[in-house]
């Protein structure tokens, strides 16, 4: 039986943020390059994390989750829901290290396709980086899976 491996269905090159950058400086380059998450790299370009567009908007975008979100984010309280532009405000110089994911899932460009959709579904993530010796080489979204759907192959 054939299948895909990650490196026939990933995006590359794959768009990078380091830690040090202020979160608003990652919100315009997710909206820039239209992408729904960016992989953290340090100053070596190896990877250290995962920043998703659900850092800033999870999939209900009711006023009480978001405010939850960024708690999350900030690690604080912030008080009522209707002060959502100072939350903005305040999280837009939150640095991308400390809002990222450290222990987002990867997979090398060698793993098949059923292990990335499995461990899609089973970290309830949107995007896995593809990784080759620590340096992301790619990365998969649902979208890349739903292409597969549309393809004639």
């Known amino acids: 039986m054939l299948t895909k491996l990650a490196r026939e269905i990933m995006s590359s090159p794959v768009i990078t943020i380091t830690e040090e950058q202020p979160v608003s400086e990652a919100a315009r380059l997710m909206i820039e390059k239209n992408i729904g998450s960016l992989v953290v790299v340090d100053g070596d370009g190896r990877y250290v994390g995962l920043l998703s567009e659900s ?6 975008s009711l006023l009480p989750y978001l405010r939850q979100s960024v708690i999350r984010i900030l690690g604080s309280e912030l008080g009522d829901p209707e002060n959502i532009e100072e939350v903005i405000k305040t999280t837009r110089n939150t640095l991308v290290g400390d809002a990222m994911q450290k222990s987002a899932k990867t997979v090398t460009p060698d793993t098949h396709l059923a292990k990335v959709a499995k ?13 080759e010796d620590g340096q992301p080489v790619g990365i998969i979204s649902r979208h890349d899976i739903l292409a597969l759907f549309a393809s004639p192959e």
């Open 55 to 60: 850092r800033y908007l999870p999939e209900e």
């Open 119 to 131: 461990l899609m579904v089973e970290s309830e993530t949107h995007h896995l980086p593809v990784l």
